[in-house]
Antibody, heavy 122, light 112 residues
Framework: EVQLVESGGGLIQPGGSLRLSCAAS????????MSWVRQAPGKGLEWVSV???????YYADSVKGRFTIYRDNSKNTVYLQMNSLRVQDTAVYYC????????????????WGRGTLVTVSS | DIVVTQSPDSLAVSLGERVTINCKSS????????????LAWYQQKPGQPPKLLMY???TRESGVPDRFSGSGSGTDFTLTISSLQAEDVAVYHC????????FGQGTKVEIK
């Protein structure tokens, strides 16, 4: 079954670090554009970061310099390393895949994981 | 960054009635090279991740009931549910993907 499964969330103090994982099944993360999208409690969705099939990475201004997205092709997993965490980073973090066709990414998300909750609090 | 604003924030509609949700972007999301509107709609039911409903503003994702339709171009878009069903209770999000990716704040749809 094609799916994404996130893990690694939890309770962390401000200033701390956490690494989220997104394990993919039945497709290769190395051939797809993979993003992290977060949703603070009771709020809307916020795109966080993307890694392109070619390896380029991009970040929202709110996390630039603090978060790093990368992947391990052998484990078919995408990661989000989160450093210098702030209270406002508290959210459910979703992993999402860009839809694609033969020419490449179609830029909208066709597959989402169920998310992992990150709570930043003292 | 392109700002995306949805209206209303929430609405309550009787079963079988029509639902209209608006989405407005601060800049045009039409990509000049292919004349496509880089706008998608997602449905998020309580406790679930978002699910893709529409893309290119008006193309229905496979398996989405035809009571859902999308329209609009440039900066103004609409998601319409022609006849609200109980299973349509959800938050609906629009997203532009012409410049990075930004979402609207979401619109909550409930049964009256």
């Amino acid at each position: 079954e094609v799916q994404l499964v996130e893990s690694g969330g939890g309770l962390i103090q401000p200033g701390g670090s956490l690494r989220l994982s997104c394990a993919a099944s039945d497709f290769s993360v190395s051939n797809n554009y993979m993003s992290w999208v977060r949703q603070a409690p009771g709020k809307g969705l916020e795109w966080v970061s993307v890694i392109y099939a070619g390896g380029s990475t991009y970040y929202a201004d709110s996390v630039k310099g603090r978060f790093t997205i990368y992947r391990d092709n052998s484990k078919n997993t995408v990661y989000l390393q989160m450093n210098s965490l702030r209270v406002q980073d508290t959210a459910v973090y979703y992993c999402a895949r860009d839809a694609r066709d033969s020419s490449g990414s179609l830029w909208h998300f066709d597959l989402w994981g169920r998310g992992t909750l990150v709570t930043v609090s003292s | 960054d392109i700002v995306v604003t949805q209206s209303p924030d929430s609405l309550a509609v009787s079963l079988g009635e029509r639902v209209t949700i608006n989405c407005k972007s601060s800049q045009s999301v039409v990509y000049s090279s292919n004349n496509k509107n880089y706008l998608a709609w997602y449905q998020q039911k309580p406790g679930q991740p978002p699910k893709l409903l529409m893309y290119w503003a008006s193309t229905r994702e496979s398996g989405v009931p035809d009571r859902f339709s999308g329209s609009g171009s440039g900066t103004d878009f609409t998601l319409t549910i022609s006849s609200l069903q109980a299973e349509d209770v959800a938050v609906y999000h629009c997203q532009q993907y012409s410049s990075t990716r930004t979402f609207g704040q979401g619109t909550k749809v409930e049964i009256k």
